[in-house]
């Protein structure tokens, strides 16, 4: 019972002002970050995402499982049928 092992310490999470940064500072996006989106692959697959950073010309997708996908402004749609029950 008192031999066992204390736990070592944890390394401290990832924090978002590190991230950012990382990225370069802080970034001004429009209007449709935090949306829910369909995005079309370069192999006309399309994936759901949410929207993390966007401008004029590309979009910041995350994908999940930590995965961000930046596309073309013109591969992204609002996915307004999330919500719809059939």
Sequence with gaps: MFSAQAPSPRKP????????????GRATTSALAGAL???????????????????????????????IRRVRAFAVAVAHDLGAHP
Excluded at 41 to 67: K, M, N, Y
């Design 37 to 67: 989106v369909r995005v079309t692959t370069p192999a006309r697959a399309e994936e759901l995402g949410a929207v993390v950073f966007a401008d004029d010309t590309s979009v910041d997708v995350w994908i999940g499982d930590g995965r």
């Design 13 to 24: 999470g990832p924090r978002i002002d590190d991230a950012r940064a990382a990225l370069g």
